[in-house]
């Protein structure tokens, strides 16, 4: 029976299909994974990359295969022995366009549509123009402009309708007589009157039958253009007519400028293509999971991963709904499959902020241990010497939480300001429900509210008709002390109340119905605008701008802080083992600003901030001639080409001769594309709303200038070069520790060979499983696939050792223990070791840290035994004799003795840069 030990995530798109994924079990099954990881499956819109967008999750997408072909996929799988975990959606579905029916249905009936309450629509907006009405922020200019431009265009196709390029706006059917009073003809008038009665699409269906009989004869399709041009806007009558069959409808059309400032219904963040769903609804979570349910029923899936679960109202609540339904599911599952199915969950955990444990998920999809891993890697000897670089160069400040909340409050006033104003509006209708604070102001509540969300450190809290969680609390009462610093006295009456309103009293102990409603309805809106607000504050913008060093700067990071010690390692693995043993660990994700890789040479570069000081120097005044003046300043600003330089050297490709043109123009364009999403990102010198054109390209000929010099592009490659060896070493570390330390090691597609890529699209692009299929089938010993390291193999063999390991023992690591091994002697900070035991059962780990200044001169990625002097783990009491003497280097097929509790690290790492060694 198929046990859940490791993953390897495959993003499905029309270009890799299930049947894509189907020939490719093989190989998986070889490199030791026991479950693909799927992105989305379910329908999305068409053409989708990702598959986040979805139009309907009642069915598959048809892009990605047929139930057949899902069919074929799973019993390849278990025909391996392996299984499935899908990746699901349950926050949101895509909205504009004409795909998504449920949406379609709801801009068509208004509030009467069956779909109305399953979007998350403010009906009773304070806008008068938007009472009862939903706004559709689609149209490329504003209203008027749209409305005599020729580009809204009436027609007919089983509904009357209003196309706008892509986008569809069905006619609410009750309006139609609008548009049949410019056709003639008594045989219109009795359909005419149906229309105006209908309150549904089941009232219409004949009716519609009908007129679409009359509409596709000779003469109805005559009249059917005639009123088209009657409803053309590029003419005064035309512009008159649509614009007064358009404000007869269940929404307001609008220039996409208008959706920060006046949106009323909840986006995913800022993205307006995407429309929140009220998966806390029962009618809505039952149909939004009812083809996921029935795939896990037909045991076609043992795990589910839940996307954004921080947007829902109630995480907690639909975890532990979730998991019941599943639990039921599980008895009706066939014999021959896992009767459990896992369950995690895509949350970013700040510092020291705990996953609750009831919410009963099996854990995260790993964000964290990315954090810690790559901490642990970074040197802390030179931080200063980094935040002075930065501060020197850059003109700004190396303190990452000034950033951030410099970026909280600028997403606050711009792409997120109408859910802002939602959630302030909402603690003023709480205000006015108690005399002592109904003369609390809008205008108050909204400074009181910024200040408050300004000073956030974590995502959200999870308070509920019982109010605020006590794992909270903390994170809570930190902000309100930020809060209450910048704040006027007069402020503080209100943050005060904003605490008790917001979870610290519990709504359940509220009398009065009415009270008690509008208590959880202000909860909801403010813990669902926190999380959108960390996300564009932290990692779209205060990541982008502050880059003391920018592989400290990605998904789930602490920015702020560079480095972590093995102590702190050894707890996080400690903690997970104990409360989360089988949650997600992972180094790569279809959401990473940077490659794994990429961030162990960043790391490696962490132990040479005085030559990169140097180097950052030389090449400002190098590059001189290739700045350009702007109005501005100077472009790229000194910052964005700091940031560049370490970018270059992070991603230079590993096999990147400076001569190779071809090669060069190659990573140049994805350099390109980086480079212009950094910036927007940033929102400093342009942004997505409103591109500077001008900067961007200065930015864009500055860096084709530098591979254009000759001389800076050598030296460039030269410095990135001299990172080559330690970063293959930390890379490999970072491998094994994923694969070994507690929780289910995730594999991102194609990052078997090194992972040198930069955010998406970039971290998306084809991977070729020929070739890895291919040096798969030779199967070397990882020690033998050494002497080739730069092309990646022996990351891959690595890789398939370790999996394989797991997949052979995997209750030692799903259940064994994590015991830290202390580490002593000259080189003692240069060492992380642990071992895993259940009992009689073992693996001993060994990695190197810090490998930069015991690698100099080395040409392979392998610390001399000399480098190691007195160095040497020291075993628990007792060890030995409670395992044995005899052990294998499973990475060089090795067999040697251990008598002594004190064990020499040069004797462990002699022939590879870690060492896994089981007892025998």
């Not at 025909?79 to 379609?104: F, R």
């Not at 599911?329 to 970013?348: H, M, Q, S, T």
């Not at 010497?385 to 909340?405: M, P, V, Y």
């Not at 094994?736 to 991102?748: A, E, N, Q």
């Amino acid at each position: 029976m198929t046990q859940l030990v490791s993953t390897i995530r495959l993003q499905f798109h029309a270009d890799f299909t299930l049947d894509d994924a189907a020939q490719l079990v093989d190989y998986f099954s070889s490199l030791g994974v026991t479950h693909i990881y799927a992105s989305p499956l379910l329908a999305s819109r068409a053409g989708s990359a990702h598959g986040y967008d979805g139009i309907d999750p009642t069915r598959l997408d048809p892009e990605l295969g047929d139930e057949a072909a899902l069919e074929r996929l799973v019993k390849r799988l278990r025909e391996k022995d392996m299984g499935l975990v899908m990746d699901i959606v349950p926050n949101h579905v895509a909205v504009g366009g004409s795909e998504n029916q449920w949406w379609q249905d709801v801009l068509r009936w208004g509030r009467q549509s069956r779909y109305a309450d399953f979007f998350d629509i403010d009906w009773e907006s304070p806008d008068p123009l938007l009472t009862g009405k939903v706004l559709v922020p689609f149209l490329g200019q504003p209203y008027g402009e749209s409305l005599i431009s020729g580009d809204l265009k009436l027609g007919w196709e089983s509904g009357f309708h209003v196309d706008y390029h892509e986008h569809r706006f069905p006619i609410d059917p009750r309006t139609y007589g609008l548009i049949l009073a410019e056709m003639g003809g008594d045989d219109l008038e009795p359909i005419r009157h149906q229309c105006a009665a209908a309150e549904s699409a089941e009232d219409l269906v004949q009716t519609h039958e009908a007129l679409g009989k009359v509409l596709d004869t000779r003469q109805g399709r005559e009249q059917l253009d005639q009123v088209v041009a009657c409803f053309d806007g590029r003419s005064d009558d035309g512009s008159e007519r649509l614009h007064r069959l358009l404000e007869e409808q269940n929404y307001r059309l609008a220039w996409w400028r208008t959706a920060s400032d006046d949106i009323n219904w909840r986006r995913f963040f800022d993205v307006t293509e995407l429309g929140g769903l009220r998966i806390e609804l029962p009618h809505v979570f039952e149909e939004v999971h009812s083809e996921i349910f029935r795939l896990v029923e037909l045991g076609w899936v043992d795990g589910l991963r839940v996307d954004h679960v921080d947007g829902l109202v109630d995480p907690r609540g639909y975890c532990r709904k979730l998991r019941s339904r599943l639990d039921e599911l599980a008895e009706r599952r066939p014999d021959n499959v896992p009767r459990r199915v896992a369950l995690f969950v895509e949350k970013i955990l700040a510092a020291d902020e705990p996953l609750h444990q009831d919410w009963q998920v099996d854990g995260t999809t790993g964000y964290e241990f990315m954090n810690d891993v790559s901490a642990l890697q970074h040197d802390p000897s030179h931080v200063g010497l980094l935040r002075d670089l930065w501060r020197e160069t850059s003109g700004r400040s190396d303190d990452f939480h000034l950033e951030e909340r410099r970026a909280r409050i600028e997403i606050l006033r711009t792409t997120l300001a109408s859910e802002f104003s939602a959630c302030a509006r909402a603690l003023l209708a709480v205000a006015r429900q108690d005399l002592s604070t109904r003369d609390f102001t809008l205008g108050a509540v909204k400074r009181t509210l910024a200040a408050l969300i300004r000073h956030f450190r974590v995502y959200r809290t999870y308070a509920d008709q019982n109010g605020r969680p006590p794992e909270d609390e903390s994170f809570f009462q930190q902000a309100m002390a930020g809060a209450k610093q910048e704040l006027n006295d007069p402020d503080h009456i209100i943050l005060m109340n904003l605490e008790r309103w917001l979870g610290g009293e519990a709504p359940s102990a509220i009398e009065v119905a009415r009270e008690r409603a509008l208590r959880l309805k202000a909860i909801a809106r403010f813990q669902q605008l926190t999380s959108p607000v960390a996300a564009k504050a932290v990692e779209d913008t205060a990541g982008y701008r502050s880059a003391v060093l920018i592989s400290r700067n990605d998904v789930g990071f602490e920015p702020d802080r560079l480095s972590y010690s093995p102590l702190d390692f050894h707890q996080a693995c400690g903690d997970r083992a104990r409360y989360f043993p089988r949650s997600m660990v992972t180094t790569a994700t279809h959401d990473h600003k940077r490659g794994e890789d990429v961030r162990a040479r960043l790391a490696a570069l962490s132990e040479q901030a005085g030559r990169f000081a140097s180097d950052v120097r030389r090449w400002q005044r190098d590059a001189e001639p290739l700045r350009q003046k702007l109005s501005g300043g100077l472009a790229p600003a000194p910052a964005d080409e700091l940031i560049l330089y370490q970018i270059l050297l992070g991603s230079w490709p590993l096999e990147l001769d400076d001569s190779d043109d071809a090669g060069i123009t190659h990573y140049r364009d994805r350099l390109l594309q980086w480079h212009e999403k950094a910036l927007r990102e940033a929102k400093l010198h342009s942004h997505w709303l409103w591109p500077d054109a001008g900067y961007e390209r200065a930015c864009s000929e500055f860096l084709t200038g530098l591979f254009e010099t000759a001389s800076l592009r050598r030296d460039i490659a030269n410095a990135a070069r001299s990172l080559d060896v330690a970063g293959a070493v930390n890379g490999l570390a970072q491998t094994t520790l994923r694969i070994t330390v507690p929780g289910i090691p995730d594999l991102y597609q194609g990052t078997e060979f090194w992972d040198l890529s930069l955010v998406d699209p970039d971290n998306r692009r084809p991977v070729d499983y020929a070739l890895r299929a291919e040096t798969l089938r030779q199967n070397p010993v990882p020690t033998e696939a050494l002497e080739a390291w730069r092309n990646g193999q022996v990351k891959q063999a690595l890789i398939a050792r370790l999996l394989h390991l797991r997949r052979d023992c995997p209750e030692l690591f799903l259940q064994g223990s994590y015991e830290p091994v202390d580490v002593v002697g000259s080189r003692a900070r240069h060492v992380v070791a642990f071992i895993r035991r259940r009992q009689r059962e073992a693996v001993l780990v060994v990695v190197p840290r810090l490998p930069s200044t015991l690698l100099e001169g080395a040409e392979l990625p392998v610390i001399a035994q000399a480098q190691w002097g007195d160095t040497r783990l020291q075993l628990p009491e007792g060890f030995l004799a409670a395992t044995s003497d005899d052990w294998q280097n499973l990475l060089s097929d090795e067999e040697l003795r251990i008598t002594e509790d004190a064990v020499p690290v040069a004797k462990l790492l002699a022939e590879f840069p870690v060492g896994v060694l089981k007892a025998r």
